[in-house]
């Protein structure tokens, strides 16, 4: 069960763990210096996790640019399993995917953020963003509806033996969850996991289509419904 009292501050964390998560670069390159220093700064994170990002660091500044683009292309790009977009692990190509992607990025339109033209609402680095600017208590919470994809994530990464692994990892420590043990399922070849079924299945949107009400953010499986009621995040 995740804890909510007295959450770190980690605004600065959570945007680097979002730039973390970027296409490699060469402005995300010569940007890892200040990033490592951010994370050292804020402490949000425990020491073994800072570690692993400080590793994960060097091995984007050690090795050869291309070599860095092509294994982040074959590693976020090629299969669901590990897709950087959440949506994809709730609604696969469901009809539901696109009222979800809209509700999302009206969340972040109430907050004063707006997506550049080609941003996905729903893609991790930009989910990340705009967490960074809500308040200690309600970021966690929000980063706490999205563990169980987080989470799927993380098993994924790590059964790829991936330095990407300890992004995860971090974001389930900022949503005071641990990670656990995810069986993954084979993947198919590319044009065939386009056509499978949802991976999960459910993403409720309650209480996002009033205006004059706050606009909570929900991720969850569908039997974890029927067994609680959500909490959501308010912008």
């Known amino acids: 069960m995740a804890l909510f009292n007295n959450p770190p501050k980690a605004s600065k964390s959570l945007r680097v763990l979002a730039r973390l998560l970027g296409y490699p670069d ?5 940007d890892l210096a200040d990033m490592r220093g951010a994370l050292r700064e804020e402490r949000a994170l ?35 399993a590990t897709s950087l977009h959440l949506f994809e692990h709730v609604h696969g190509d469901s009809r539901d995917r696109g009222p979800a ?4 990025a009206q969340t972040y339109g109430k907050a004063g953020m707006y997506l550049t033209e080609g941003e996905m609402p729903d893609f991790l680095p930009v989910v990340l963003e705009f967490t960074s600017t ?6 966690r919470e929000f ?14 990464l790590q059964q790829r033996a991936s330095p990407y692994a300890c992004v995860l990892g971090a974001l389930l420590e ?21 056509q499978e079924p949802v991976v999960f299945d459910g993403c409720s ?20 419904r ?8 308010q912008a």
């Open 26 to 30: 060469a402005q995300l390159r010569s």
């Open 46 to 80: 425990a020491p073994q996790r800072l570690a692993e990002l400080d590793a994960l660091i060097d091995t984007l500044s050690r090795k050869a640019p291309l070599e860095t683009e092509a294994d982040y292309v074959e590693l976020f790009d090629r299969g669901r």
């Open 101 to 104: 992607m809209i509700d999302l």
């Open 134 to 139: 809500q308040p200690p208590r309600e970021a």
């Open 143 to 156: 980063l706490a509806e999205m563990a169980h994809i987080f989470n799927a994530i993380f098993a994924a």
């Open 174 to 194: 900022l949503a005071g969850e641990k990670a656990q043990p995810v069986e993954i399922a084979a993947e198919e070849p590319l044009d065939a996991i386009w």
């Open 205 to 224: 949107s309650k209480g996002q289509a009033r205006p004059d009400q706050p606009q909570p953010i929900h991720i969850v499986p569908n039997a974890a």
């Open 226 to 233: 029927k067994a609680r009621p959500s909490q959501g995040a």
